[in-house]
């Protein structure tokens, strides 16, 4: 089961709980226990995510993460974001918390999950982004024909250029040394795989190429140039470490609540 398919069962849970329950006491439930097992457990994952990006800030330029950390990606891969404990949570009687508390509850395993999501994410992009590096001082995009269908006009489609792929059929980022590229690695989307393609050495001249819109397109026209990928890189990133600090706080505001609840039973 997904960590986003375990949030939702445990809210369609408490959901239940509650209509059986019309004026359910605020009373702490039987298995408190439990669920305070199971916020230690995801304290130490998303403590494991802030390690990892305080690293990567120690080893950035002015305490910034440096742009495609691939160390951070593998320590993102490695932190094993947990799932929640269903049994804990099932259990748990959330009806019978304080409203507040059982809505801060729910809304940490719905940002717990935003936060898995992120770092899936952004480990898969790194990984398909370190594939398509390219040599330094080349070009940074590119222009594909597609042949005409339905009789329609051929289309040409932006996209970047990533890797050259040498003799040996496969792709260096260093370059190819004296010897001219057998073909390149070519992509449309900066969150699609990269794609071996041929370069052409005879374009059509003299006539009018449509060309199509692609998400490399928009992002050039939208002022990205060159530095679109750095930028998407950045803003997963902040986006990453942004949920990650609300959720340690969060966290320990639930643990404190949940403990005096423990405390006073």
Same mark, same amino acid.
Not at 173 to 200: Q, Y
């Given at each position: 089961?997904?960590?986003?398919?375990?949030?939702?069962?445990?809210?369609?849970?408490?959901?239940?709980?509650?209509?059986?329950?019309?004026?359910?006491?605020?009373? %702490?439930?039987?298995?408190?226990?439990?669920?305070?097992? $199971?916020?230690?457990? +995801?304290?130490? @994952?998303? @403590?494991?995510?802030?390690?990892?990006?305080?690293? %990567?800030?120690?080893?950035?330029? /002015?305490?910034?993460?440096?742009?495609?950390? +691939?160390?951070?990606?593998?320590?993102?891969? +490695?932190?094993?974001?947990?799932?929640?404990?269903?049994?804990?949570?099932?259990?748990?009687?959330?009806?019978?918390?304080?409203?507040?508390?059982? /809505?801060?509850?729910?809304?940490?395993?719905?940002? /717990?999950? @935003?936060?898995?999501?992120?770092?899936?994410?952004? &480990?898969?992009?790194?990984? *398909?982004?370190?594939?398509?590096?390219?040599?330094?001082?080349?070009?940074?995009?590119?222009? !594909?024909?597609?042949?005409?269908?339905?009789?329609?006009?051929?289309?040409?489609?932006?996209?970047?250029?990533?890797?050259? &792929?040498? $003799?040996?059929?496969?792709?260096?980022? $260093?370059?190819?040394?004296?010897?001219?590229?057998?073909?390149?690695?070519?992509?449309? /989307?900066?969150?699609?795989?990269?794609?071996?393609? %041929? !370069? %052409?050495?005879?374009?059509?001249?003299?006539?009018?190429?449509? &060309?199509?819109?692609?998400?490399?397109?928009?992002?050039?026209?939208?002022?990205?140039?060159?530095?679109? $990928?750095?930028?998407?890189?950045?803003?997963?990133?902040?986006? *990453?470490?942004?949920?990650?600090?609300?959720?340690?706080?969060?966290?320990?505001?639930?643990?404190?609540?949940?403990?005096?609840?423990?405390?006073?039973?």
């Amino acid at each position: 089961m997904s960590r986003l398919a375990a949030v939702c069962f445990v809210v369609l849970s408490a959901c239940q709980h509650q209509q059986v329950h019309e004026a359910p006491p605020a009373e %702490a439930p039987a298995s408190v226990g439990p669920l305070l097992d $199971d916020l230690e457990v +995801q304290g130490k @994952t998303l @403590t494991a995510v802030q390690d990892a990006l305080d690293a %990567a800030r120690d080893r950035g330029p /002015d305490r910034r993460v440096a742009p495609f950390d +691939q160390k951070l990606a593998q320590e993102l891969e +490695q932190a094993k974001l947990a799932a929640p404990d269903l049994h804990a949570l099932a259990t748990a009687r959330i009806d019978r918390l304080p409203p507040k508390l059982a /809505d801060a509850l729910l809304q940490f395993y719905v940002d /717990d999950a @935003t936060l898995a999501k992120l770092v899936q994410d952004h &480990v898969r992009l790194s990984k *398909i982004d370190a594939k398509g590096a390219r040599p330094s001082g080349a070009a940074a995009f590119g222009v !594909i024909l597609r042949e005409a269908t339905d009789g329609g006009p051929a289309l040409a489609e932006v996209g970047q250029l990533g890797s050259p &792929v040498c $003799d040996d059929g496969k792709p260096h980022d $260093d370059g190819c040394g004296a010897s001219a590229p057998a073909a390149v690695l070519f992509r449309t /989307d900066p969150n699609r795989p990269w794609m071996k393609k %041929a !370069i %052409a050495t005879a374009p059509a001249t003299d006539k009018v190429v449509i &060309v199509a819109d692609t998400p490399v397109l928009t992002a050039l026209v939208a002022g990205g140039g060159p530095s679109t $990928d750095r930028l998407n890189d950045a803003k997963r990133v902040a986006e *990453i470490g942004a949920l990650v600090e609300t959720l340690l706080v969060a966290r320990r505001e639930l643990v404190k609540q949940l403990e005096i609840l423990a405390h006073a039973s």
